[in-house]
């Protein structure tokens, strides 16, 4: 798989990030530890080299499962982690790097991120000029190479630029889901940031396996995405579904590796890809080799506004 530059550093990463939210089973239902490790290790061996996790998933489990799946092959991959909004303080963050490098087993993290903006779900209010001075602390100790931030808005964003280099934002972004466009983006292309998305697939939406009357098991936090709770948005994402699955079949290929190649396709953008099992890793590693036509990425863009143009101004996808 080709490999594009991190921001202006000089990591290299791919085109498609295996996501490992789900590894930490908090919030998931049915993830076994065993078929997450098999799943990681068939999207590296399929070519997906750069690996998304944090602190907060499972707290540190899923970090810890990512070490047994590729510790044997460190030297190939990029790791990127997050340090989640109630430790941001600067003492914190060194913290819970150190917590992260031995979950990881490693002795150092290529990208290390702010999940949250501080404040986030009624954290403390930290200076943003306190955080980015702990960031690069680690940075000139060699124990994370570069920076980035995950759920910040353009401002946010501008703000932390002032104390130190940011090589990324981690938004999410997909086809049904795109206030990044409208918010960021422009500032990312100008300061050549790498935008990494997550939730790539609207949670699973944008593979088209989800019928119309589909209910989530207890527990399941996708219950509380606005794109499923929401009657009139969920009839939209059906409706799209079945103006998109022609395109798919022309291009022999899912929903889903229609969606990832879609969004690959805009500036500056790679897709986080979460696997429950290899036959999804290896379905999912294929959306990194379909080229679209300019004319199928215009129409694409088109269907997918059926839905967006309908959602209100607020960038958090959960009524949590």
């Known amino acids: 798989m080709e490999k594009r530059t991190l921001g202006q550093s000089d990591i290299l990463i791919t085109p498609l990030l295996i996501g490992t939210w789900q590894a930490g089973k908090r919030m998931w239902v049915g ?11 068939a999207g590296f061996e399929a070519g997906i080299t ?5 602190e907060v998933y499972g707290e540190g489990h899923s970090e810890q499962i990512v070490a047994q799946a590729l510790s044997d092959v460190r030297d190939q991959v990029v790791y990127a982690s997050k340090v989640f909004a109630n430790h941001l303080k600067y003492d914190q963050v060194i913290a819970a790097c150190e917590q992260s490098l031995k979950n990881l087993n490693t002795d150092y993290i290529d990208l290390y ?13 930290v200076p943003i000029e306190e955080t980015m001075k702990a960031l690069n602390h680690l940075k000139e100790q060699g124990k994370i190479r570069g920076i980035g931030v995950s759920n910040f808005s353009r401002t946010q964003l501008e703000e932390a630029s ?8 981690q ?3 997909s086809l049904f889901w795109r ?19 997550y939730s790539p697939l609207a949670q699973g939406l944008l593979t088209g396996k989800f019928s119309p009357n589909h209910q989530f098991a207890e527990g399941d936090h996708r219950s509380k995405n606005k794109l499923f709770a929401n009657k009139d948005h969920y009839q939209r994402v059906q409706n799209a579904l079945e103006q998109l699955r022609p395109i798919a079949e022309r291009y ?5 590796q229609l969606a990832i190649a879609w969004l690959i396709s805009q500036p500056q953008t790679h897709a986080i890809v979460g696997f429950r099992n290899a036959e999804q890793a290896e379905q999912n590693t294929h959306a990194g080799t379909i080229k679209i036509t ?6 694409i863009d088109k269907i997918g506004r059926t839905v967006t143009d309908h959602l209100d101004d607020n960038p958090v996808m959960w009524d949590f």
């Open 31 to 41: 993830i076994e530890d065993a078929e997450t490790i098999k799943a990681i290790r």
């Open 50 to 54: 750069t690996i998304d996790t944090a």
């Open 113 to 125: 991120q702010i999940h949250w903006p501080s404040g986030s779900f009624n954290s403390e209010i």
């Open 162 to 169: 002032q104390y130190g280099r940011i090589e990324s934002l």
């Open 171 to 173: 938004p999410p972004y």
């Open 179 to 197: 206030k990044v466009e409208q918010d960021a983006m422009s500032y990312c292309i100008e300061q050549k940031i790498s935008i990494l998305a």
């Open 252 to 256: 022999q290929c899912t929903l889903g």
């Open 294 to 299: 300019p004319e199928d990425l215009a129409k």
